[in-house]
């Protein structure tokens, strides 16, 4: 039994309970977009292959001055034949949820903010069950670290 003050085990394979605890891991900095970006998407760059995170950007004046990359305007994460976009341009982010298949779009459903995360954290459980690199970064994400 494990005492309330110690971390919970993180195990891709217990579904729900991971779900859960990466769902809300991903959350956690939700209130500042800013923030949540940055952190978002750094810990999915580090636990998905290279290439299945695109960023875009946008660069003021005082940006380019101060040696800054901007700030996140959308986030794509590509996992197998599901990509994710969540669009934070506007006041409100903006998730969608696509199928596509070698490059073509079969179906996109906009997602509230929440059903976003949710998506994109069992993605990510699927993908740490059979990643040791993927299981690592997302362990220190739910653990805090």
């Given at each position: 039994?494990t ?12 579904e ?5 605890l ?5 959350r ?32 003021g004046?005082?940006?380019r ?11 794509e994460?590509f ?9 934070l ?5 903006k ?6 298949v070698r ?7 906009p ?8 998506e994109l954290?069992v ?5 740490a069950?059979s990643?040791?690199?993927?299981r690592?970064a997302l362990?220190r994400?739910?653990?805090g670290?």
């Amino acid at each position: 039994m494990t005492s309330p003050h110690e971390p919970v085990p993180f195990d891709p394979d217990g579904e729900p309970d991971t779900i859960d605890l990466l769902t809300a891991a991903l959350r956690r900095d939700a209130a500042d977009l800013d923030v949540y970006a940055q952190v978002l998407t750094g810990t999915l760059a580090d636990a998905l292959p290279p290439g299945s995170v695109t960023v875009e950007r946008k660069r003021g004046m005082a940006d380019r001055l101060a040696g800054r990359a901007g700030r996140i305007e959308r986030v794509e994460v590509f996992l197998g034949e599901q990509r994710l976009v969540l669009d934070l341009a506007g006041t409100h982010p903006k998730g969608e949820v696509c199928k596509e298949v070698r490059g073509v779009v079969l179906s996109r459903r906009p997602v509230a903010l929440d059903e976003w995360v949710r998506e994109l954290a069992v993605a990510v459980a699927a993908r740490a069950r059979s990643d040791a690199r993927a299981r690592v970064a997302l362990e220190r994400l739910v653990l805090g670290e």
